[in-house]
């Protein structure tokens, strides 16, 4: 179950490199990109909120479950203020990094993002029901504009296509360990702490939504990304409703 685990893992990522390729095959308007973004963030809030949530109030109190989210979302955040210290503050911005930033913050800032998203693919084979489809679309819809932006960014500002690719890969790799690591973590642990891990992962996703997706999306397609928050949202749900 590890192997699949991390094979999950390894495809929810795989849209990073999807994204990289088709934005070195065609220039996507930003207004395109924040559709897409908005469309995951929708996705990802469904699939938080019903594959992540939901299944930790099952085997834990709600104060217990609040804690857990809290602390997910003050390690994403303070994770993310390092990334923004080492120039990654911009890094899914499709009009080039500013001048002076680095690629390395790019990529910690892509990992940090992937990371958690990975390891919640593989606990949510802990239980044995088979990888949530729901929240493997969501988590690849997230990426997929991320890779994108990302992507455009760094060939604006010198860097070559085999790196970016080069660099891509590697996340996917990474993001394949987490989700290893994820099943690993719920597989062998008590309900109590396997639900305390989801809710500690579902606060870093909903601090990324928040802090990263959610206002990109809009600063793209202004009040357009409402809607196609609701039709991710709507999506998700549907997925969750067939498994």
């Known amino acids: 179950m590890i192997l ?55 085997s834990a109190s709600v104060a217990q479950v609040s804690l857990a989210l809290l602390i997910g979302a003050l390690t994403f955040f303070i994770g993310d203020k390092l990334i923004e210290r080492m120039s990654g503050s911009r890094r899914k911005n499709p009009d080039g990094p500013e001048e002076g930033s680095s690629g390395l ?57 085999r790196t970016i690719r080069l660099m891509w890969w590697g996340i996917v790799l990474v993001s394949a360990i987490a989700a290893a690591i994820g099943y690993a973590v719920v597989s062998g642990s008590s309900e109590k702490t396997g639900a305390f891990v989801q809710a500690f992962a579902a606060g870093a996703l909903l601090t990324m939504i928040a802090d990263e997706m959610a206002p990109e999306a809009f600063s793209r397609t202004a009040i357009y990304s ?7 949202f709507i999506l998700a749900l549907f997925l969750t409703s067939l498994e």
């Open 4 to 58: 699949e685990a991390a094979f999950w893992g390894l495809v929810g990522a795989s849209a990073l490199v999807v994204g990289a390729e088709i934005s070195f095959a065609f220039r996507l308007t930003s207004k395109m990109i924040g559709l897409i973004m908005a469309f995951g963030v929708g996705a990802l809030i469904s699939s938080i909120s019903f594959e992540l949530v939901q299944p930790s109030l099952e």
């Open 105 to 161: 913050g790019i990529v910690l800032g892509t990992v940090l993002d992937g990371i958690p998203e990975s390891a919640v693919l593989g606990m949510s084979l802990a239980s044995g029901d088979g990888v949530s489809i729901a929240l493997l679309s969501a988590i690849w819809i997230s990426n997929f504009p991320e890779s994108l932006g990302a992507s455009v960014g760094l060939e604006k500002s010198g860097t070559s296509r």
């Open 226 to 232: 409402g809607i196609a928050t609701a039709l991710g």
